[in-house]
C-alpha cells in the first residue's frame, strides 16, 4: 500500500503565501506524474499543476506566474509553492501521484486533502 501525508495548509490572508508538501510512502518503485488538484465547495476538482518524472510543469491558467510545482525524486515528495494567494484560490487541495508499484504494475493514488483558505 501507498500512503500520502499532505501538509502546509492553512489560513492566509489575500497576498500571502503557503508552501504544501506531499510524502508518498510505501511499496514505491518510481514515482511517474506527481501533481496537486484542488475542489472548492460546489466546484468539481480541478487540476492545479503538475510535474512529470523529467521535471515538465503544468499548471491551470489560473494559477500562473503566481505557484511552482517542485518534486524531491530522493524524498518521494512534491511541493507546491503558491505565492500572491487569492481569495478564489480557496479550497481543499489534493495531492495526486502516478506510480509503478514494487510489484511493477501502475497505480494512482490520492492523498486526503490539505485545507486552504484565503481571506480577502
Known amino acids: 500500500q501507498v500512503q500520502l501525508v499532505e501538509s502546509g495548509g492553512g489560513l492566509v490572508q489575500a497576498g500571502g503565501s503557503l508552501r504544501l508538501s506531499c510524502a508518498a510512502s510505501g511499496s514505491i518503485s518510481w514515482i511517474n506524474a506527481m501533481g496537486w488538484y484542488r475542489q472548492a465547495p460546489g466546484n468539481q476538482r480541478e487540476k492545479v499543476a503538475t510535474?512529470?518524472?523529467?521535471?515538465?510543469?503544468n499548471y491551470a491558467d489560473s494559477v500562473k506566474g503566481r505557484f511552482t510545482i517542485s518534486r524531491d525524486n530522493a524524498k518521494n515528495t512534491v511541493y507546491l509553492q503558491m505565492n500572491n494567494l487569492k481569495p478564489e484560490d480557496t479550497a481543499v487541495y489534493y495531492c495526486?501521484?502516478?506510480?509503478?508499484?514494487?510489484?511493477?504494475?501502475?497505480?494512482?493514488?490520492w492523498g486526503s486533502g490539505t485545507q486552504v483558505t484565503v481571506s480577502s
Open positions: 510535474i512529470t518524472g523529467g521535471g515538465s510543469t
Open positions: 495526486n501521484i502516478d506510480y509503478y508499484s514494487t510489484s511493477g504494475r501502475i497505480f494512482i493514488s
